[in-house]
């Protein structure tokens, strides 16, 4: 196990929620629905946010 703040820092990353979405579909086992959804909902948010932040920045760098 991790320092505490090292496993708040990895639920932060998009890989954490990526792994738990692909090792079941590689390995064969039963994929959650409701946790898949969980986990793309995470990553959707953090593709919007990440968006959002880089049309910003663009727009302010070439209309400024």
């Known amino acids: 196990r991790f320092p505490g703040w090292i496993e708040t820092l990895a639920w932060v990353l998009p890989m954490t929620h990526l792994i738990p979405i692909v090792r ?6 039963e994929v959650g629905l409701l946790e898949v959804l969980g986990h793309s909902a ?5 593709m919007g946010l990440a968006f959002a932040l880089a049309y910003r920045k663009l727009t302010a760098r070439m209309f400024d």
Do not use: E
Not at 24 to 29: A, K
């Open 42 to 46: 995470y990553i959707a948010a953090l």
């Open 24 to 29: 079941p579909l590689t390995t064969g086992q």
